[in-house]
Each structure stands twice: as structure tokens, then as C-alpha cells.
């Protein structure tokens, strides 16, 4: 019987984060429309009526996307941080590197992969004949886990929408997941980076290739040849 009522209560709040996102939406969507109060008039009228079959007239912007996001306090983590780590890059770039969650350095900056693992990608992108400044880099998570610890299931689902949402801002042609985290939320899949690191899949029609995090090839010099492997396979697909 608990087990039911647990089940039911998750359904509810899931129901209403449904529709407070719809709401949320439906507002974004009035407002980029030219709405700023429902007065009735004929253009009003017509535009609700468009809900839903058309999207909004104007792109939404990365700057946009972080000052909604503000001094999030969506989860816990937000009382340990002291910078949110949001992204940094071309907005406009072909290629979106998603890794896992800042770590200490990247907490301290408020850049994203600017610590040891992070000179280690550094290394891989100027490998591919590619600069950090010619990338989008961001992470699962906008803040760090205390000690660097894994990514929770909850701090994930509150964070996820924003990772989606600058995807869709910059419009990649090539997504590379660094590590299980990045992989596995991207992928809605519990398939381990092992399996999945190697070959290409589709998010929302963007070629998604998943390999080790470059933290993971501190711990694991030997993994160095797989990563270099999947960035191949990513260059010539990108046309490098």
C-alpha cells in the first residue's frame, strides 16, 4: 500500500512539473509574441489559438537561458558552490562537448573543464585542429558535487532542462557526451560508457558520439588510444 501511495504522490509532482514547464512555456511564447496581458483583441486571439502549432518567433539565446537561470537554487548543491558553471564557447558552434559537473577549479572560475582534466581536453580539441574558442563546452550539472562526487538522479532531472535548452540555442551539428553521466542522461540509457563510446547516435537529429571523460584518463593512461579513436571517427564525420 505505501509502495502504491509513493507511486502516486511521484505521479502528481511529476504532473504539475508538466505543467508548470507548459505554463512557463506558453508565457515565453505570449511574450515573444508581443502579448503582455490577454485584453481579448483580435491579434490576442489569434496567437493563443497558435499555441501549440507554431514555435516562438524568436530563437531562445544562450545569455537568455543563464539569466533565467540566475543564482539557481533548484537542489542543494547551490549551498557549497561558489561560482555556477554555465558554459563557454561558440554559441554558434558545430560541435557541443557536454561533460559531467565542475570540478573544484571550474567551481573557483566559473568556467567549465579549466582544472587538470580540463588541460587534458584542452589537449584533445587542439589534437583535432580545433580551439576551445571554435567549441561549445558545458556540463550536466551547473554546479559542483561536494568532494566530486557522482551526479544525484534529483540534481540531474533539475538541472537537465537547462543543458537541453542551450543545446537547442546553439544548434549543433555534433554532440560529444564526455563520460557515463553526459552519455546516459543524453541517451535516457543505463548502458555503461563502454558500451556505448565508439559509434554515433541520434539526439533529436544531432550526431551524438559518447567517450571517457578526460578525468577518467588521469585515473587510466591507457584509455587514451579509445578516446583518440572516437575523436577520429568525430573528425571525419565533422569534416576535419
Known sequence: ????????????????????QEI????????????????????????????????PLRPETLDAIRNELGNCRHCMLYKERNNIVFG?????????????????????????????????????IQAMNLTREKVYICNILKCRPPGNRNPRPDEIKNCFPFLQRQISAVKPDFICALGTFAAQTLLDTTAPISELRGRFFDYQGIKLMPTYHPSFLLRNPSYKRYVWEDMQKLMQAYGL
Open 1 to 20: 500500500m505505501a509502495f502504491k501511495c509513493r507511486n502516486k504522490i511521484e505521479s502528481k509532482k511529476e504532473l504539475f512539473v508538466s505543467w508548470t
Open 88 to 124: 563557454a564557447g561558440d554559441q554558434n558552434a558545430r560541435l557541443v562537448f557536454v561533460g559531467e559537473g565542475p570540478g573544484f577549479e571550474e567551481d573557483q572560475q566559473g568556467k567549465p573543464f579549466v582544472g587538470a582534466s580540463g588541460r587534458l581536453f584542452t589537449k584533445i
Open 24 to 55: 512557463t512555456n506558453y508565457l515565453r511564447f505570449c511574450a515573444e509574441t508581443g502579448i503582455s496581458g490577454f485584453d481579448c483583441t483580435a491579434k490576442s486571439l489569434e496567437t493563443v489559438r497558435g499555441w501549440g502549432s507554431r514555435r
